[in-house]
Nanobody, 117 residues
Framework: QVQLVESGGGLVQPGGSLRLSCTASGFTFRNYAMNWYRQAPGKERELVAGIGRNDGSANYADSVKGRFIMSRDNAKNTVYLQMNSLKPEDTATYYC??????????WGQGTQVTVSS
């Protein structure tokens, strides 16, 4: 059964850091590009970061560039999002997404990140 399970969310003060993880199962992880999306209440879902199937680099939304780092470990079927210098505007539910070259996509259940003092 296909699963993407996010973890690592929580409550953090502005300027703090969190590391999100997404562990995949039920499909061939290495054949999928991976993405992190987020959605805040009343806002549209937005792409935060993405990384290719066996890529050494990731792409980032302008709003998080320089603060967030995405990586993947294909041996662990896991992607990460290291979030630094967090701002209240980063508060959202963060979703892990997997996409292959034929258009298939899978989504995780999301993990909540709240940045507040």
């Amino acid at each position: 059964q296909v699963q993407l399970v996010e973890s690592g969310g929580g409550l953090v003060q502005p300027g703090g850091s969190l590391r999100l993880s997404c562990t995949a199962s039920g499909f061939t992880f290495r054949n999928y590009a991976m993405n992190w999306y987020r959605q805040a209440p009343g806002k549209e879902r937005e792409l935060v970061a993405g990384i290719g199937r066996n890529d050494g680099s990731a792409n980032y939304a302008d709003s998080v560039k320089g603060r967030f780092i995405m990586s993947r470990d294909n041996a662990k079927n896991t992607v990460y999002l290291q979030m630094n210098s967090l701002k209240p505007e980063d508060t959202a539910t963060y979703y892990c997404n997997a996409k292959n070259l034929w258009g298939s996509a899978y989504w995780g259940q999301g993990t909540q990140v709240t940045v507040s003092s």
